[in-house]
């Protein structure tokens, strides 16, 4: 933890699991998620984009 702060490292494993976590379960369970779900899970993964290359609080 001596880069990373620790709500953007648990920011990006939440997104991380998030998003894993439907994969699996569209892939095993044959749970393919709708379109509000898959906007979502797309908002998520931009946002952890978006603070690991705009944000100050990381560095680089």
Do not use: R
């Not at 702060?5 to 920011?11: L, S």
């Amino acid at each position: 933890m001596k880069t990373i702060p620790v709500g953007v490292a648990y920011a990006i494993w939440a997104g991380l699991g998030i998003v894993l976590i439907a994969i699996a379960g569209a892939l095993v369970f044959e749970q393919v998620p709708d379109a509000p779900a898959i906007i979502g899970m797309v908002l998520i993964v931009a946002g952890v984009l978006i603070i690991n290359v705009f944000s100050k609080t990381i560095s680089h």
